[in-house]
Protein backbone atom coordinates (compact mmCIF):
# COMPACT_ATOMS: atom_id res chain seq x y z
CA UNK A 1 0.00 0.00 0.00
CA UNK A 2 1.43 3.41 -1.15
CA UNK A 3 1.72 6.38 1.73
CA UNK A 4 1.92 9.86 2.06
CA UNK A 5 2.19 10.72 6.00
CA UNK A 6 2.27 13.96 7.48
CA UNK A 7 2.12 15.14 10.86
CA UNK A 8 -1.50 16.31 11.09
CA UNK A 9 -0.01 19.22 13.57
CA UNK A 10 -1.54 21.63 14.33
CA UNK A 11 1.72 23.40 13.68
CA UNK A 12 1.86 27.06 15.37
CA UNK A 13 3.90 29.75 14.53
CA UNK A 14 4.01 33.14 15.04
CA UNK A 15 3.02 35.70 12.55
CA UNK A 16 6.36 37.03 10.09
CA UNK A 17 8.18 33.27 11.25
CA UNK A 18 8.90 30.33 8.66
CA UNK A 19 6.58 27.55 8.92
CA UNK A 20 7.78 24.17 7.99
CA UNK A 21 5.78 21.59 6.70
CA UNK A 22 7.09 18.05 5.79
CA UNK A 23 5.79 15.02 4.08
CA UNK A 24 7.28 11.27 3.37
CA UNK A 25 6.26 8.91 0.56
CA UNK A 26 6.38 5.13 0.72
CA UNK A 27 6.64 5.07 -3.59
CA UNK A 28 10.52 5.10 -4.51
CA UNK A 29 8.93 5.33 -8.37
CA UNK A 30 6.89 8.66 -7.39
CA UNK A 31 7.80 11.02 -10.18
CA UNK A 32 5.43 14.41 -9.39
CA UNK A 33 4.71 15.77 -5.54
CA UNK A 34 1.95 18.65 -4.68
CA UNK A 35 1.36 20.63 -1.88
CA UNK A 36 -2.81 21.98 -1.37
CA UNK A 37 -4.07 24.31 0.78
CA UNK A 38 -7.53 23.84 2.16
CA UNK A 39 -9.29 26.74 4.43
CA UNK A 40 -11.55 25.24 6.71
CA UNK A 41 -15.06 24.21 4.64
CA UNK A 42 -13.24 24.73 1.59
CA UNK A 43 -11.78 22.36 -1.22
CA UNK A 44 -8.13 21.43 -1.93
CA UNK A 45 -6.56 24.34 -4.18
CA UNK A 46 -3.29 24.08 -5.41
CA UNK A 47 -0.33 25.99 -4.55
CA UNK A 48 3.16 24.31 -5.36
CA UNK A 49 4.12 21.24 -7.48
CA UNK A 50 7.68 20.16 -7.83
CA UNK A 51 9.27 17.13 -9.96
CA UNK A 52 12.96 17.74 -9.54
CA UNK A 53 15.34 17.08 -6.58
CA UNK A 54 16.38 20.50 -4.74
CA UNK A 55 14.06 23.80 -4.54
CA UNK A 56 11.30 25.47 -5.86
CA UNK A 57 10.36 28.89 -5.38
CA UNK A 58 7.23 30.90 -5.64
CA UNK A 59 6.72 34.13 -3.91
CA UNK A 60 6.49 33.10 -0.15
CA UNK A 61 6.52 29.75 -0.90
CA UNK A 62 9.43 26.71 -1.71
CA UNK A 63 8.80 23.09 -2.04
CA UNK A 64 11.86 21.12 -1.52
CA UNK A 65 12.19 18.03 -2.37
CA UNK A 66 15.06 14.84 -1.56
CA UNK A 67 13.75 11.91 -3.55
CA UNK A 68 16.70 9.67 -2.15
CA UNK A 69 14.90 10.46 1.17
CA UNK A 70 11.46 10.02 0.05
CA UNK A 71 10.73 13.60 1.60
CA UNK A 72 8.84 16.54 0.28
CA UNK A 73 8.43 19.77 2.27
CA UNK A 74 7.07 23.15 1.97
CA UNK A 75 8.50 26.33 3.39
CA UNK A 76 6.18 29.45 3.93
CA UNK A 77 8.12 32.54 4.73
CA UNK A 78 6.64 35.26 6.76
CA UNK A 79 3.84 33.91 7.37
CA UNK A 80 0.75 35.63 7.48
CA UNK A 81 -2.44 34.38 9.62
CA UNK A 82 -4.41 34.12 6.24
CA UNK A 83 -1.93 31.25 5.89
CA UNK A 84 -3.46 29.35 8.50
CA UNK A 85 -5.14 26.51 6.97
CA UNK A 86 -4.64 22.25 6.31
CA UNK A 87 -1.79 21.73 3.98
CA UNK A 88 -2.42 18.43 2.08
CA UNK A 89 0.85 16.90 0.76
CA UNK A 90 0.09 14.37 -2.40
CA UNK A 91 2.05 12.09 -4.63
CA UNK A 92 1.10 10.57 -7.68
CA UNK A 93 0.93 6.95 -7.87
CA UNK A 94 2.97 5.57 -10.77
CA UNK A 95 1.46 5.82 -14.07
CA UNK A 96 -2.40 5.66 -12.94
CA UNK A 97 -3.17 9.13 -13.41
CA UNK A 98 -4.20 9.00 -9.22
CA UNK A 99 -2.76 10.93 -6.32
CA UNK A 100 -2.55 9.52 -3.14
CA UNK A 101 -2.82 12.60 -0.40
CA UNK A 102 -1.50 12.88 2.93
CA UNK A 103 -4.10 13.38 5.74
CA UNK A 104 -2.32 17.18 6.03
CA UNK A 105 -1.23 19.66 8.16
CA UNK A 106 -2.75 22.02 10.13
CA UNK A 107 -1.16 25.14 10.75
CA UNK A 108 -2.53 27.95 12.97
CA UNK A 109 -0.16 31.23 12.43
CA UNK A 110 -0.96 33.69 15.27
CA UNK A 111 -0.67 37.35 15.08
CA UNK B 1 -8.68 29.78 -15.49
CA UNK B 2 -9.35 26.09 -15.04
CA UNK B 3 -13.38 25.99 -13.38
CA UNK B 4 -14.58 22.78 -11.94
CA UNK B 5 -18.37 22.95 -10.54
CA UNK B 6 -20.79 20.73 -8.63
CA UNK B 7 -24.39 21.24 -8.43
CA UNK B 8 -25.09 21.82 -4.84
CA UNK B 9 -22.75 22.93 -2.09
CA UNK B 10 -25.36 21.58 0.34
CA UNK B 11 -27.38 18.84 0.08
CA UNK B 12 -29.83 16.76 2.80
CA UNK B 13 -31.70 13.59 1.62
CA UNK B 14 -33.20 11.02 3.18
CA UNK B 15 -31.75 7.32 4.38
CA UNK B 16 -32.49 4.96 1.09
CA UNK B 17 -33.19 7.93 -1.26
CA UNK B 18 -31.28 8.01 -4.74
CA UNK B 19 -28.85 10.50 -4.62
CA UNK B 20 -27.27 12.28 -7.81
CA UNK B 21 -24.25 14.79 -7.33
CA UNK B 22 -23.00 16.24 -10.64
CA UNK B 23 -19.70 17.66 -11.38
CA UNK B 24 -18.77 20.19 -14.44
CA UNK B 25 -15.14 21.01 -15.80
CA UNK B 26 -14.85 24.09 -18.44
CA UNK B 27 -11.18 22.76 -19.36
CA UNK B 28 -11.33 19.68 -21.61
CA UNK B 29 -9.82 17.63 -19.08
CA UNK B 30 -9.93 14.05 -19.93
CA UNK B 31 -9.39 13.21 -16.01
CA UNK B 32 -11.94 13.55 -13.83
CA UNK B 33 -12.23 11.88 -9.99
CA UNK B 34 -14.56 11.52 -6.76
CA UNK B 35 -13.57 11.76 -3.35
CA UNK B 36 -14.56 12.13 0.06
CA UNK B 37 -13.12 13.86 2.40
CA UNK B 38 -13.91 12.92 6.70
CA UNK B 39 -12.45 14.14 9.53
CA UNK B 40 -9.23 11.77 10.72
CA UNK B 41 -9.47 9.76 7.22
CA UNK B 42 -8.43 12.34 4.76
CA UNK B 43 -9.30 11.88 1.35
CA UNK B 44 -10.62 9.20 0.00
CA UNK B 45 -11.14 8.35 -3.79
CA UNK B 46 -14.58 6.40 -4.60
CA UNK B 47 -14.50 6.41 -8.30
CA UNK B 48 -12.05 7.88 -11.85
CA UNK B 49 -12.67 8.53 -15.00
CA UNK B 50 -10.49 8.73 -18.35
CA UNK B 51 -12.62 9.36 -20.98
CA UNK B 52 -16.36 9.06 -21.34
CA UNK B 53 -18.05 6.10 -20.84
CA UNK B 54 -15.02 4.97 -19.09
CA UNK B 55 -14.61 4.59 -15.31
CA UNK B 56 -12.17 2.92 -13.03
CA UNK B 57 -13.07 2.53 -9.01
CA UNK B 58 -10.97 3.61 -6.26
CA UNK B 59 -10.35 3.03 -2.89
CA UNK B 60 -14.08 2.99 -1.55
CA UNK B 61 -16.65 2.23 -4.28
CA UNK B 62 -18.88 0.83 -2.34
CA UNK B 63 -22.82 1.99 -2.41
CA UNK B 64 -21.69 4.42 -5.02
CA UNK B 65 -21.91 4.88 -9.09
CA UNK B 66 -20.91 6.55 -11.62
CA UNK B 67 -21.55 8.20 -14.44
CA UNK B 68 -19.83 9.54 -17.76
CA UNK B 69 -21.77 10.86 -20.98
CA UNK B 70 -20.08 13.63 -21.87
CA UNK B 71 -16.45 14.48 -21.80
CA UNK B 72 -17.00 17.60 -19.29
CA UNK B 73 -19.51 16.16 -17.13
CA UNK B 74 -18.76 13.40 -13.97
CA UNK B 75 -21.63 12.18 -11.76
CA UNK B 76 -21.65 10.47 -8.56
CA UNK B 77 -24.74 8.36 -7.78
CA UNK B 78 -25.84 6.84 -4.62
CA UNK B 79 -28.25 4.25 -5.08
CA UNK B 80 -29.48 4.09 -1.65
CA UNK B 81 -28.02 6.41 0.80
CA UNK B 82 -27.15 5.33 4.20
CA UNK B 83 -26.28 7.83 7.07
CA UNK B 84 -22.31 6.78 6.92
CA UNK B 85 -22.49 8.64 3.26
CA UNK B 86 -23.09 11.68 4.91
CA UNK B 87 -19.43 13.45 4.01
CA UNK B 88 -18.05 16.20 2.09
CA UNK B 89 -17.80 15.14 -1.68
CA UNK B 90 -15.19 16.49 -4.18
CA UNK B 91 -14.79 16.60 -7.45
CA UNK B 92 -11.40 17.04 -9.53
CA UNK B 93 -10.18 16.93 -12.97
CA UNK B 94 -6.82 16.97 -14.81
CA UNK B 95 -5.30 16.57 -18.45
CA UNK B 96 -4.21 13.29 -19.88
CA UNK B 97 -0.62 12.43 -18.74
CA UNK B 98 -0.60 15.27 -15.25
CA UNK B 99 -1.34 14.84 -12.43
CA UNK B 100 -2.31 18.83 -11.52
CA UNK B 101 -5.88 17.81 -10.18
CA UNK B 102 -7.99 21.15 -9.63
CA UNK B 103 -11.06 20.52 -7.49
CA UNK B 104 -14.78 21.70 -7.53
CA UNK B 105 -15.98 23.85 -4.35
CA UNK B 106 -17.15 20.19 -2.61
CA UNK B 107 -21.01 18.88 -2.22
CA UNK B 108 -21.26 18.79 1.81
CA UNK B 109 -23.88 16.25 2.12
CA UNK B 110 -26.20 14.55 4.74
CA UNK B 111 -28.09 11.79 5.01
CA UNK B 112 -30.46 11.71 7.99
Known amino acids: QKEVEQNSGPLSVPEGAIASLNCTYS??????FFWYRQYSGKSPELIMF????GDKEDGRFTAQLNKASQYVSLLIRDSQPSDSATYLC???????????FGQGTTLQVKP | DVKVTQSSRYLVKRTGEKVFLECVQD?????MFWYRQDPGLGLRLIYFSYDVKMKEKGDIPEGYSVSREKKERFSLILESASTNQTSMYLC???????????FGPGTRLTVT
Open chain 2, 27 to 31: MDHEN
Open chain 1, 27 to 32: DRGSQS
Open chain 1, 50 to 53: IYSN
Open chain 2, 92 to 102: ASTLTDSYEQY
Open chain 1, 90 to 100: AVDSGNTGKLI
